[in-house]
Every structure is written in C-alpha cells, then in structure tokens.
C-alpha cells in the first residue's frame, strides 16, 4: 500500500488519496460498530431505536451510557460493547494515523539519505 523505503516519497495526490482511503475505511469500521451497539441496545436492552442510538453513540464515543440498564443481559452487553469500543477507537487511531506517519518516517529516511549524497 506504502511506498518502500528506497522508493521516493509518494506525491501529496497519492498521500491525499491513501488518508482519504484510510478515512472512509474508518467510517466504515464506526458504521459497523454503531449498528452492533444499536441492535445490542434494541434487541438485548430493549431500548427503542432513538434511545439505542443515544446510548451506542455516546458509548463509542467515550462518554458513557445514558439509560438505566435493568436486566443482566443488557449490563453484560452494554460491559462488552465498551470495551469492543475501546478497542474500536485504538484501531481507528491507527488506521487513520497510518498513513501520516508513514509519510514522516519516510520524509525522515529521505532526507537522511540525501545528506549522505
């Protein structure tokens, strides 16, 4: 996906096209745990669709949930779905971070290279 180290630094149209790839892989992966928290918080919590959106949205968004929850079921849901969000975000970082820092390491071993010269 990246340019090899001995390859020249790809040009700012290829960077803008990987970040923007890397970013709608990112939506993606928000879309796909929203609806894993929706359908938890509808089906196991019993929520209806606003109030599972609610609570699946500010779960994945780090600020926590937002209805009481009255059953087991749905505490231990609501328990895993925090922490697959947690997980979620991590990954996301990278996915998005990705291809930035690629670029500065490489910018970083170009440069090097060029003083040698």
């Not at 970040?19 to 990112?26: F, K, P, T």
């Not at 109030?51 to 059953?71: E, F, K, Q, R, Y």
């Not at 997980?87 to 060029?114: C, N, Q, T, W, Y």
């Amino acid at each position: 996906m990246f340019e090899r180290k001995h390859q020249k630094i790809a040009p700012v149209s290829v960077f803008i096209k990987r970040l923007a790839g890397c970013i709608a892989i990112a939506i993606l992966l928000i879309l796909i745990s929203l609806f894993i928290g929706i359908a938890g918080y509808h089906w196991i919590a019993g929520f209806d669709w606003a109030d599972a959106l609610l609570n699946a949205s500010m779960i994945l968004g780090g600020m926590g949930p937002v209805n009481l929850l009255t059953n087991t079921s749905a505490k231990i849901f609501a328990s895993l779905y925090t922490l697959f969000s947690g997980l979620v975000f991590i990954a996301l970082m990278g996915i998005i971070f990705s291809p930035i820092v690629h670029r500065m390491l490489h910018k970083f071993h170009v440069d090097e290279e060029d003083l040698k010269k």
